[in-house]
């Protein structure tokens, strides 16, 4: 049986997954807005998979394939037929469950109401809707395409047969679907947490410097990248949103208190690679 | 126990070197035999003696201090690795340091105690050196190294000398408990502890996630019981004791399992 993904939202999370349905072979119907801000996406998703081309992951006639199979949106209301519909819009309670209220009255009954959120609550999400047993995170990562996991949240009136579906589908998709239940940073987010601001406490007490310990991180631990040249990977402002909104959630355990430096460094405006300056400088000379 | 073999390409550097007269061969007076003396923890000993033998390094495994009389002429540089700062690493740290000259470097796992600490009240603090000895990571390219405020330009130049003819880089950090990686690491796997105690994921779940959503080179669990939980927990706990920050609280799920020396999931 075919089903067919609807994605509210085309910016970077929602193309990211529109993209990997396509290559899976699912009809998408990808909607924002208006018609600039898809045409966007698709160009980008169009770029992402000439890249996949050029390193010879996917065919270019996979890709033609693909292309064809993602429906440009702009009526909301012309999701009412998808099997499920990934919500990727902004990170903002008010926005999700507004739009989740809406879903909900478009949406097929037994359509599965999936949010990317990364730090929001799935359950409070869910309560939006008459449904909520139908409603799930399904945490993606970016970019998409290139990261294997997805964790499959249960918020607290998520049913088992969603929890099953949902991982079903994420693994349809090509992912490795992991199961967790709706608390801050669910797994990934949680446990990095130390990874980064244990790094950034040894820092502060100028143990040594931040490009040494990237190096003993990377060299001594094996980790792919350091956390300061992640940190400056992800934007500064993310990772402090992020780690500011788990110490929230968490009612302000100390484990979870984020760094002043971190702080420092988004006032200061040096966001990492995106604009060039963060812990490191990425200024072309 | 001795264990020890022949390598003449192996270079050693002046200061590590011994006396001159201490070596019989005339012929060849730059080609000094190194012979490392390793003690204290089973896991640990047993990881640096590998990995040092690979490289074609003599070592000898010290399985009790009085075998240390018979070959301490002999010996160029001596590691003490156990990790806990108990009665036993004392001991050996004082043997060492009484049976062996000056200027044989003595290289401590600086882990869960400063080397500064160790090494204050013993002869020629200025010849110990710390090292972030911990399970599993000696396998990798680089070594952690902390001066204290004792150690010679001299020791810490020579001991760097030595990982560089193991082809091992080196990172001076400053003398703090749990220097940079055991620290980094030990928080994550509590964190990982608490997450399942919490019962947000399964065991299994948490570590796959961590392998595929943020690139680890291990689950954090699994990697846990490969370092050995009572050893995470030896790490956090003097974390604690040297901060008294609530951050490094030991999830108690981790340290029954540091008790037990086993998670529940390898009994499935």
Redesign the interface.
Known sequence: MAISIGIVGAGTMGAGIAHIAALNKFTVSLYDINDEVIRRSVEKINFEMKRSVDKNKISDDDMKQALTRIKKRTNINDLDTCDIIFEAVLEDIKVKKDLFKKLDQIAHHTAILATNTSTLSVTSIAAATKKPERVVGMHF?NPVHE???V?IVKGERTSDETMKSAAAIAEQLGK?A????D?PG???N??????Y???LK?LG????TLE??D???K???????G?FELMDLTGNDVSLSVAESIYEQMYH???F?PSRIQKQMVEAGMFGKKNKLGFYNYEEK | MKKQIKNKKTKVTAAVREKPKAQPVKSKPAEVKQLICLLGDEQLVKEYSAALQEKGIAVQELQNLASLKNSVKKITAAFELTLTANEQKKKNLLALSEALPANVPIISCAVTETILSQSHLLKHPERFIGIAAFPTLFANPLVELAPSLHTSKEIADNVKALFDSLKKETAMVQDSVGMVMPRILCQIINEALFTSQNDVASPNDIDEAMKHGANYPHGPIAWGEMIGFANVVAVLDALYNNHHEERYRVAPLLRQMAIAGVFWRTKE
């Open positions: 990562f990261i294997q996991l964790e490795k992991v199961q967790t239940k608390t669910y797994i990934v949680r446990v990095s947490h130390p990874f601001n244990e790094a040894i007490e100028n143990a040594t040494e310990i190096r003993i991180v060299k001594s631990g094996g980790f792919k990248m956390p355990d100390p484990r208190q």
